[in-house]
């Protein structure tokens, strides 16, 4: 054979479905080769740890090895991989049960002077239908993106489903801060499966809801195949969709976006003048996943998706 030839790539689709037979096991199994697996990064060993005893889900994940798909064979090797991990029924479909939006989201309509439901905001049934789905994409997206890049610096590219549209100054944090940024998404949707309005709290969440909402408007027009048949079942209210006041009432400010005014760099940080004449706080990084001092925290035991 010409070893000169140009050398040539090929892609291979697999899909598996593995039943999983003894939870307790596969864990305990999962568990002992995340021990083994020199990971020279603690938190991300015990990230990793979380989520595999959290979900024997993450388990296997973490034992499924595209890599492996190949033996070692002389004359091909592969270059790049990935794989997600997505609960299914018997026949295959996958497991994720809508919220009754009509019961979590009641609209007065009732009209009476001293009622205060009626002369505010209310978030509608199809409105949070819409958040609610939005969000769960986005989620998908951004925990394939760690899965596919890790701690590899993001880039604004059509290869990034999520992190490449995040303020710059995050391009370049590791694996570990993008699942909490990930778990963001999951945080927002449990608000509404909760029937809770999407109210962030920490700025992690606060980037997490200004995606979801700039992703709502396009979510209900064509190529949604999520929302197919969703929308036409729950009532339809003079205020659906009304995402202007949606994004007014659900944000406390929209002081993170001055993160994407390259103008206004350095305004993350507490002590610059921009910063402190705003009042904006810190919003480095390193802070985006700390609670808002008006806010509640969330349940620290809380696990991740995957």
Request: proline share 7%; net charge negative.
């Amino acid at each position: 054979m010409d070893s000169g030839l140009q050398s040539r790539r090929v892609k291979v689709n697999a899909e598996v479905t593995i039943e999983i037979t003894d939870a307790a096991a596969l864990v305990q199994h999962a568990l002992a080769s995340l021990a083994g697996a020199g990971l020279t990064d603690d938190g991300e060993r015990e990230a990793r740890r979380e989520e595999i005893v959290s979900d024997p889900r993450a388990a296997v994940r973490w034992l499924v090895d595209p890599f492996g798909l190949l033996p070692a064979v002389p004359g091909a090797r592969i270059v790049s991989a990935w794989d997600g991990t997505t609960e299914v029924n018997e026949s295959g479909s996958g497991r994720r049960g809508r919220p009754d939006f009509v019961t979590l989201f009641p609209v007065c309509r009732c009209r009476e002077d001293a009622c205060d439901d009626c002369g505010g905001y209310q978030l509608t049934p199809r409105t949070a239908a819409v958040l609610w789905t939005v969000a769960q994409i986005l989620a998908d997206g951004a925990f394939d993106d760690v899965t596919r890049h890790g701690d590899q610096p993001a880039a604004d590219t059509i290869e990034w489903s999520v992190f490449s549209r995040y303020p710059r100054i995050t391009w370049r944090q590791d694996a570990v801060w993008r699942r909490q940024a990930a778990r963001c998404f999951d945080d927002l949707t449990g608000d509404i499966a909760a029937g809770r309005w999407p109210s962030p709290t920490c700025p992690g969440e606060e980037m997490a809801l200004h995606l979801i909402l700039e992703d709502a408007p396009a979510a209900m027009g064509d190529g949604w195949p999520a929302l197919d048949g969703t929308l036409s079942k729950l009532p339809e209210r003079p205020d659906d969709y009304d995402w202007t006041m949606t994004d007014e009432v659900l944000f406390q400010d929209h002081d993170i976006l001055s993160l994407f005014d390259m103008i206004l760099d350095g305004i993350e940080e507490p002590d610059s003048t921009q910063n402190q004449v705003i009042g904006m706080g810190d919003y480095r990084p390193q802070a985006w996943f700390r609670t808002f001092l008006n806010r509640e925290p969330r349940d620290g035991r809380r696990p991740f998706r995957r």
